[in-house]
């Protein structure tokens, strides 16, 4: 995670966080909660005009958001809330008190789930808010959350998406700059962009299937990172206590950095470009898999150094306490 | 359009002119822009420009047997750095941020951008009557990386107490997997720490631990900066803050 990017996100999870500790803390499963046996729930719909390649910035505290494409050039966004009290009136006064806020101008829309100001004590009451939106395909999408699973599906303008506590899940998607969340997993799939993708995860898992973008960066504390079929100029892929995997064409002149410190990395290679190997572990073994043929190679006290086929891109590989294996097929 | 991570992936073979002209230029172009990237810029330089004075010498052991002594010495004073929290975005001074950053990006670049290259390219050769004045140099780097290693250490401790002491009003199941990675960390750098004192040549432990260490830094920035805004009370309405400041990413 760069600087920029690392204080854009902490800018963003120290508000929304804030926003759920104002707010008490409600969560999709709190709602089960039996001191809160009161339900009311409320849907509306809303119609948003914003064209074709419209912006729509959508911020929730607690709940699911699910944005998929549609026809037409409107924004449908159905909200429910789901207000769980302590008695019906503490109930009713959720609903009354947590709003959806809309706004536009123009092509672009902030929908933003509003709570009270600052409450003192337990709240009588907690409010869980469920977005669908159906919005035109060439949309751009900023969806956050504190406390919730996103799922994007189909949406092929810019995408960026930030869980504090949830699932990120892209599917069928274009140009996703970035994807987050600090506890929760975060899987993209048939994920074509000509942009950078950085994708990240304080304890959950890393998938990616089917990804092409100019870059990829994955970076988990505990989880694995798995990256199947992507294609990449380049990519790093680290993880602290997970596997990390990769598996994919490279690129002439690419470099693919992996990382893990007590997990296995697999690298394996696909296609005719080849690579110069650079891997390393401290207590654990480098294995060549299958038919790979290194060049040049050197190997000296847990350092393999080498040249697969034309050596057209970089790899690096590094474990502390894990494996690595190498292979191309 | 590169960002900042790309840039300090780069930065030490820039510095050495060693890129094709239109990443040189690329770079050149995101540095004109970029504090913090120009301060690593210089910082990469000044050790680059000690580092060519030592010619060939043959005292990276001595350095990192010297680091791993430092390593020994557990006993980092968690009172020596005392940092103002205030709420976001003023949580930290600007200067404080920078500070620890910066001391972060001497480790990272010391360790990774220095040490490394040295190793690798040097053959060990004995040391000299003719070489003697330039281990003064090393020496120095030494010191710097000493220095920097103690910062870092100063910067991590009062983080860790912060933390501890308003991790509490938390979100519970945001703070349960925050603590459990830094427990995750601190066994990543425990280990790392230990294949150091015993193996201080080796590349893996020396690389293991920077990158647990910054690792660190960064789950620790952010739990920081999440009870930093949890003191904040009186404040507007954080939904509210939270479409501003999502705006302004």
């Not at chain 1, 339900?39 to 509306?44: A, E, G, I, K, V």
């Not at chain 1, 690129?251 to 296609?271: D, I, K, N, P, Q």
Request: charged share 20%; net charge neutral; aromatic share 4%.
């Amino acid at each position: 995670m760069t600087p920029m990017d690392r204080t854009r996100w902490i800018r963003l999870t120290t508000a929304i966080v804030t926003a759920a500790a104002l707010a008490g803390a409600a969560t999709a499963a709190a709602a089960q909660d039996r001191n809160y046996p009161a339900l009311r729930t409320d849907r509306q719909t809303r119609t948003l005009t914003l064209g074709s390649a419209g912006s729509l910035d959508l911020s929730n505290v607690s709940g699911d958001i699910t944005v998929t494409a549609g026809p037409g050039t409107s924004v449908v966004v159905d909200v429910t809330r789901e207000s769980h009290g302590r008695t019906e009136a503490d109930a009713a006064q959720g609903l009354q008190d947590v709003q959806v806020a809309i706004e536009t101008q123009g092509d672009r829309a902030t929908v933003a789930t509003q709570y009270p100001k600052t409450q003192h004590g337990q709240s009588p009451y907690r409010v869980s808010t469920i977005y669908h939106v159906t919005a035109p395909a060439g949309t751009h999408v900023k969806a956050t959350s504190v406390s919730g699973n996103v799922s994007v599906s189909h949406i092929k303008g810019d995408l960026e998406v930030q869980v504090v506590s949830g699932n990120v899940t892209v599917s069928d998607a274009a140009r996703v700059t970035n994807a987050r969340t600090i506890s929760g997993t975060v899987r993209l799939s048939d994920v074509a962009s000509d942009a950078a993708l950085s994708v990240s995860a304080v304890s959950g898992d890393v998938t990616l299937e089917r990804v092409k973008a100019a870059r990829v960066s994955a970076d988990v504390v505990s989880g694995n990172v798995r990256a199947t079929d992507v294609t990449c100029g380049g990519a790093t892929l680290k993880s602290l206590s997970g596997t990390v995997d990769y598996t994919g064409p490279l690129t002439r002149g690419g470099r693919y950095e992996l990382t893990s410190h007590s997990g296995t990395v697999t690298f394996t290679a696909v296609g005719p470009v080849g690579f110069a190997l650079d891997a390393s572990t401290f207590s654990g073994s480098i294995q060549p898999v299958g038919s790979l043929t290194l060049t040049s190679q050197i190997a000296h006290r847990g350092s393999l150094t080498g040249t697969v086929g034309d050596g057209g891109a970089t790899v690096a590989v590094r474990t502390f306490s894990g494996n690595v294996r190498i292979a191309r097929r | 359009m590169r960002t900042c991570s790309d840039v300090q992936r780069d930065l030490s073979r820039y510095v050495d002119d060693d890129l094709p002209p239109d990443d040189q230029a690329a770079i050149a172009q995101h540095l004109a822009s970029c504090e913090v990237c120009r301060g690593i810029e210089a910082d990469l330089r000044q050790l680059r420009a000690r580092a060519r004075t030592l010619g060939p010498m043959p005292l990276p052991g001595h350095l990192w047997s010297k680091i791993a002594d430092r390593l020994r010495m557990e006993n980092v004073d968690a009172s020596a750095e005392v940092v103002e929290v205030r709420s976001w975005p003023m949580s930290w001074s600007h200067r404080s941020w920078l500070w620890l950053g910066l001391a972060a990006t001497l480790v990272v670049i010391a360790l990774g951008a220095y040490i490394a290259p040295s190793l690798s390219r040097r053959a060990p050769a004995a040391v000299t009557p003719d070489n003697a004045t330039r281990a003064v140099s090393v020496q120095d780097v030494t010191d710097e990386l000493d220095q920097a290693l103690e910062h870092y250490g100063r910067a991590v401790a009062g983080l860790e107490t912060l933390a501890r002491e308003d991790g509490a009003s938390m979100d519970p199941a945001v703070s349960a997997a925050l603590q459990t990675n830094l427990t995750a960390i601190d066994r990543a750098i425990a280990e790392s720490r230990t294949a150091l004192i015993d193996q201080p040549q080796s590349a893996s432990a020396r690389a293991s631990l920077t990158d647990a260490l910054r690792q660190k830094v960064d789950v620790l920035q952010t739990t920081v900066a999440l009870v930093n805004d949890l003191r904040r009370e009186n404040e507007d309405d954080a939904a509210d803050a939270a479409k501003k400041l999502g705006k302004q990413s």
